[in-house]
């Protein structure tokens, strides 16, 4: 595919939608971008210098409830961002992920402007969009990997409090701004 193109043979638009007719080509007018690609571990510490090896910087690690621990990483430019997760607790849905599958790729996380209008046009298509939950700095759901790509997508959408007391947004955001708005021209970047 050549590059200003998507499958749908629209222009792609740096708003964040695709260019395929009018609502994204899927239902909805709201700015998606992918934010990164995670990959479960067993230990952040063990993997981390095979990222750092590659060039990746370390932006940021927390913990999620004493469950999981993810830690982010960039390579110094504006995109191309890989996350690590590994487990805290001793039973969770990572320690049965890395049972059965053992460490790799995890997820895809979408970020989304509008998480209820996605959710909304997910379910219409009849795909399948499970543990939706607010926490007070972001709104995520995902959608089930029992899709045609087999992918387990996280869609995530940043509350304004979500920069507090971390990274500056330039290192912390895709190109440097959350998403917002529902339209090309109320992108946020």
Known sequence: MSGGENQAGGANGADGTNGAGGANGAGHDTPIRVDHA?????????????????GCRKLIEESVEGRFRWAQYD??????RLELIAPEADESFLTAYLDEHGPGLHHVTLEVADID?????????????????????????????????????QLMEYHDSYDEGRPAPDALYVDGAR???SGPDDSGS
Do not use: K, M
């Not at 230990?43 to 090896?53: G, N, R």
């Not at 390579?75 to 191309?80: E, Q, T």
């Open 117 to 153: 209008a996605v959710v909304a046009a997910l379910e219409a298509a009849d795909l399948g969009v499970v543990e939706y939950e607010t926490y007070p700095d972001w709104t995520e759901a995902f959608v089930s990997p029992a899709n045609p790509t087999g992918t387990l997508f």
């Open 38 to 54: 995670g990959i479960a571990v067993e230990s952040i510490a063990d993997a981390e210098p095979v990222l750092l090896a590659l």
């Open 75 to 80: 390579f110094g430019r504006d995109a191309s």
């Open 179 to 181: 998403l917002t708005g």
